[in-house]
């Protein structure tokens, strides 16, 4: 038994849904410690994390002695940062030395980094209190969360519903205040998809925005570490913190943090906001209507709407699924058997035990990408496939640059649908693939991305619109962001 008593009220409000600004204001004013606020989070972890299955690997232990040493810190006034003493939650592709990271797959289920990605670095420098590794579909390929290993995560507001993907644990965990912010990852909307699905704001910044050092590859030219937040503030006080220029990652940009004061929604006054028809196509009407509605009211802030076309649009599924594969297939070469991860007892030569190992230790989804990847990258095949592939990608860099030139940010639904059910698309792959059809471009072109709540459906489940904006423009996605959250208000599954 702790003996530790928590206020779970702290000026009005429940302790677990207040803001990172509110709960540093907190800690600051000594209004509650690091190591009440941490207990408070394992407690809700430990009677919600059962039917959700957000989190794979959690550790009270570590947290709870992190927490001591942030009390420390703030009685010596000393903090790190204002956010000493926060917990975070840690999406389980992202290296965290002394802490499991298994990416979801039975490959790596007992692997323990011997380094931190510089993501996670950052955020310990910060202060930030690691309360574990949140679920994620196999090596971040999927869109649901259940082609995890560690079975699926289950959306807040209907746990018969998934959270999306790959991202799914760390939505989940934000969405149900599990975690206050978490880190993901997004290679074709894999922090976007689930933020809509589980109401929250999520970013995916401009490719080399933040360092990919530590985060376990599934396509080096797409992957980005982005962030989760219960809020737009949230999740930019998060990003900044994270974003900057990385020497150990060749693609890390040296570009000056400009949004590191937070989101303002008064610059929106003047904002011309790109409505690309092709988005509208085979959405669902409620979330089109939801969509373009909310659009419709950042008029009142001085922003003005305008239709844009970016006609390539149909082509991003089949580009992004002919590039990711291809990079997956080099980059999950290095999971043999040899060094670390899953090894196969049943070999009796080595070219059985390499492909043992990867038969049992990989799950179907990620043997499929891998096998779909290699045929593209063949002799014969490359220059049909592949290359076209990366000519066309072109075409689609171009479609946004040259619609970025007329307006500021470009608005649209992040999803075809609300969350669809567990199992309702596990086993139709092209399905599947199509539930990205909306978030994958913006990873092709590399610019910066958020989805963030606009609304509620009939049946009780989210609807995220997504802003889009130039490369390195963070700034402008950002106060276009804040704006439609102002006008839609949080959505909140109430636990």
Known sequence: MRDIIIPKMVNGFRMHSKSLTEISDALKKKEITSKQLVTLFLDRIRKYNPSLNAFITVDEARALNEADESDRRRKNNQPLSPFDGIPIAIKDNICTEGLRT??????????????????????????????????????????STETSFFGPAKNPFNTSKVPGGSSGGSAVAVAARLAPVALGSDTGGSIRQPASFCGIAGIKPTYGR????????????????????????????????????????????????DFADGPNAERVKGMLIGIPEEYFIGVDVEIADAVKKIIGKLESFGAKIEKISLKYTDYAVPVYYLIATAEASSNLARFDGIQYGFRSQNADNLRELYFKTRSE???????????????????GYYDAYYLKALKIRRLIIDDFKNALTKVHVIAAPTTTTTAFGIGEKRNDPLSMYMSDILTISANLAGIPSISVPAGISSKCLPIGVQIMGKHFDERNVIDCAKAVEMLAGICDPSL
């Not at 949230?234 to 900044?240: C, G, Q, T, V, W």
């Not at 230790?361 to 779909?372: A, D, M, N, S, Y």
């Open 102 to 143: 298994t990416c979801g797959s039975k490959m790596l289920n007992n692997f323990i980094p011997p380094y931190s990605a510089t993501a996670h670095e950052r955020v310990r420098r910060a202060g930030f209190i690691t309360l574990g590794k949140t679920n994620m579909d196999e090596f971040a390929m999927g869109s």
């Open 210 to 257: 933040v360092s990919r050092n530590g985060l376990v590859a599934y396509a080096s030219s797409l992957d980005q570490i982005g962030t989760f937040g219960k809020t737009v503030d949230d999740a930019i006080n998060l990003l900044s913190l994270i974003s900057g220029h990385d020497p150990h990652d060749a693609t890390s940009m040296p570009r000056p943090v």
């Open 361 to 379: 230790g990989f799950g179907q989804e990620v043997k499929r990408r891998i096998i779909l990847g290699t045929f593209a990258l063949s002799a």
